[in-house]
């Protein structure tokens, strides 16, 4: 029954996906940005890693509980109606961030997904309300969400954040209103992604956010802030291409001297893996040493690059291998609680 259900979900997101939502959309981007993260949905829903987990969890011999598959099943459900995911801000600051999603749920599904009621707070900026709610807290988060905002612009564009200045900023660029990413911008060219591309990410600036950082941060944080301090910029990209699986990492350091010492580590860590893994007759282990081969790691000028290609197939076995993994150790954890 259940695994019915799971396909019957996958045929209707699948289905509905009749336009894939495609790059981020620049013009909805502010040119004072500093980062932006964009998450093609519907090219995640329609991979064939995603189909692939999925008829894995649904199977009969699959090692995932029930309760867990009932809830890939809500998840996947809500996933279908979300085309795309754009974030950015001017800062490394949280509250400065805003979110674009381009949808496909009604109004009174979103407002109910973010608790907002008739009676939570509103603000008028033009012709659109500006809702205040507060998000639900995160499990393993230390500090309280605090007040957040969102707007409707239309039927299938819903804004969010927590400042509402960057909200207005957002709108004003919807309507052509305001300055987008100007074709000057490091991110316009970073934000262009390749085919298939699941999510595109570029950050720039971020020796100027780590002095930020450094500021306020203290133990393990300061020395994340001062190995930040010796980055320029930037990207990362995953997506599915000719049956395979890809990730691209690129950064570009302050000086040449720091791109050949982080070169150096990549290719290190890169050995060690390979050291650690490729003799084991374990076939898990043989995997992950078939990954570290499919590593390429290279460096020009101040800029290192890592990337990787990998069979869909083979990353399939390997969410396998590592779900029946987790299974068996829960069940140890289990047995040694009961004794």
């Known amino acids: 029954m259940m695994k019915r259900a799971i396909l019957a979900v996958v045929a209707l997101v699948m289905g509905s996906s009749w336009a894939v939502a495609g790059p981020p959309v620049k013009n909805r981007i502010p040119d004072t940005a500093k980062w932006a993260v964009h998450f093609n949905i519907e090219a995640i829903t329609n991979s064939a890693v995603a189909g692939g987990i999925l008829e894995m969890i649904s199977a009969e011999d699959s090692p995932v509980p029930k309760e867990r598959v009932e809830e890939a099943v809500k998840f996947w459900e809500i996933l279908g109606k979300l085309k795309s995911l754009t974030l950015y801000g001017p ?9 674009v999603a381009d949808h496909r749920y009604t109004e009174d599904e979103i407002m109910k997904v973010l608790d907002i009621t008739d009676n939570s707070p509103t603000q008028t900026y033009g012709d659109y309300t500006i809702y205040t709610f507060t998000p639900k807290k995160r499990p393993k988060r230390a500090k309280k969400a605090g007040k957040r905002l969102a707007c409707f612009h239309s039927d299938g564009i819903v804004v969010a954040g927590a400042d509402l200045t960057r909200i207005k900023e957002t709108l004003d660029l919807l309507d052509g209103k305001a300055k987008p990413l100007t074709k000057d911008n490091p991110l316009t060219e970073m934000l262009t992604p390749s085919k298939g591309s699941f999510m595109v990410a570029a ?25 930040l301090k010796k980055a320029k910029s930037a990207r990362f990209e995953l997506g599915e291409a000719e049956k395979n699986i890809f990730a691209v990492f690129d950064l570009v350091m302050t000086t040449e001297e720091d791109a050949v010492n982080i070169h150096m580590m990549a290719q290190g860590i890169r050995a060690m893996v390979l050291f650690g893994h490729e003799e084991e007759n374990n076939g898990k282990t043989r995997k ?3 990954i ?3 590593t390429e790691i290279s460096r020009k000028d101040k800029s290192v690059s890592v990337s990787i290609k990998y069979p869909v197939e083979d990353a399939l076995t390997l969410i396998h291998a590592g779900m029946k993994e987790k299974h068996a150790a829960g069940k140890d954890e289990k047995e040694d609680d009961s004794q």
């Open 91 to 99: 800062t490394s600051k949280e509250t400065d961030a805003v979110a």
């Open 288 to 290: 992950i040493a078939e």
């Open 292 to 294: 570290a081969k499919a």
């Open 203 to 227: 950050v720039t600036g971020i020796d100027k956010m780590a002095d930020a950082l450094k500021k306020k941060a203290t133990g393990k944080k300061k020395r994340h802030a001062a190995f």
